[in-house]
């Protein structure tokens, strides 16, 4: 199959989330045999978040010049038997290529922007939400990461179940394989005999990046000698400094290799969200081997309860994460990575042949 991925999200996302998500799909997608093309909306002399994934890569702005690029891409490489995109901003184009060569649009949709932003949303995040509906509209088909997002589009896009299709995400680790002293890693942050707690995520309020920080003082109530570092950035990256005191070692964006070693060094990564579409962090967690602690929070009901190490506990309430941090940390053993530590429905490999068949529309 042909098929051109279209990605508005590249620019300034390195490889996080449903980037990571595009990324992944992309190369499975074309070990196994399939021509993928992907078009993104960014400067061309920046790197390439798909560098060493896709050797068809064409990358412009969005605009009247992803237009042309998207014809010139048609007449060199086309026809197409599919169209992807990953995002509103993707369905643009995507849109016109559908109505210009009559190829079928598929839709990704990681969950809702009213679900991303808790239901408060500036002027900026209406219009993506309106624009997420339009695109809902005009998809011949839309992929979700989970039964959870399934509903939440249906729900907020008045969009027919039938026309969505939930394909999980996945996790390996050969994305986050890092040459490092684990040893000499972990004493960056603590030492040996010090408990040490992990946030990794983006610090916007689905996350729950402040409730994780607000958990902070009574964790230390359990566990004196516990010590805390997050993974990430966003709008609360001050708030959460803030709240949690100093005691959160914040260590902005990092990447896969990095994320990789600190998923080895930590003894516990905490998963504070309000809103969850597919529970990617937890997967890769468990192919590191690191016990997991997690709130009530959509997707992550989904999962099996052997996934995590305390009971998943409701996602406004800093007391209860606490305890369930301390009672994850005395349960939980870390294990040896393995790719085998997540089921066969949650790697790339599987989920490529499953996605291949719904592009197929």
Not at 196 to 208: D, H, M, N, V, Y
Not at 217 to 244: H, I, N, Q, T, Y
Request: charged share 25%.
């Amino acid at each position: 199959m042909k098929i051109l991925s279209i990605n508005g999200r590249l620019e300034g996302h390195g490889r996080y989330g449903v980037t990571r998500v595009a990324t992944e799909l992309t190369s499975e997608l074309m070990a196994q045999g399939h021509d993928v093309h992907t078009l993104s909306f960014e400067s061309a002399e920046r790197p390439h978040p798909f560098a060493g994934y896709n050797e068809h890569i064409h990358s412009v702005l969005l605009g009247l010049t992803a237009i042309e690029r998207l014809e010139k891409i048609w007449d060199e490489s086309g026809p197409f038997d599919s169209i992807l995109a990953w995002d509103w901003a993707a369905g643009l184009v995507g849109s016109i290529a559908k109505r210009v060569h009559g190829t079928p649009l598929v839709a990704w949709m990681h969950g809702t922007e009213v679900g991303r932003q808790i239901g408060r949303l500036t002027a900026e995040e209406h219009y993506a939400s309106e624009m997420e509906r339009w695109l809902c509209e005009r998809a011949d088909r839309i992929l979700v990461p989970s039964e959870f997002a399934k509903r939440d589009v249906s729900a907020h896009y008045d969009v027919p179940t039938t026309k969505l299709a939930v394909i999980p995400t996945g996790a390996r680790l050969a994305t986050f394989s890092a040459s490092v002293d684990l040893e000499e890693f972990r004493a960056i942050f603590a030492e040996p005999s010090q408990p040490l707690i992990l946030f990794a995520g983006e610090f916007l309020p689905s996350k729950g990046a402040d409730v994780f920080a607000d958990s902070v003082a009574m964790v230390l109530d359990r566990l004196p000698k516990a010590r805390f570092v997050a993974a990430g950035d966003g709008a609360m990256r001050g708030d959460v400094a803030e709240r949690s005191r100093g005691l959160v070692r914040l260590v902005g964006e990092v990447s896969e290799p990095v994320l990789g070693a600190l998923y080895q060094a930590a003894d516990l990564l905490v998963i504070p969200s309000r809103y969850e579409v597919s529970g990617l962090s937890v997967l890769e967690a468990r192919l590191h081997g690191l016990p997991v602690v997690a709130t009530r929070a959509g997707a992550l009901e989904e999962l099996p309860d052997t996934f995590f190490a305390a009971e998943l506990v409701g996602w406004e309430n800093p007391f209860a994460l606490a305890h369930a941090i301390a009672q994850g940390y005395h349960r939980g053993a870390k294990q040896k990575p393995a790719d085998d530590a997540v089921p066969a429905d949650f790697r790339w490999p599987s989920i490529a042949k499953r996605a291949a068949e719904l592009l197929a529309v």
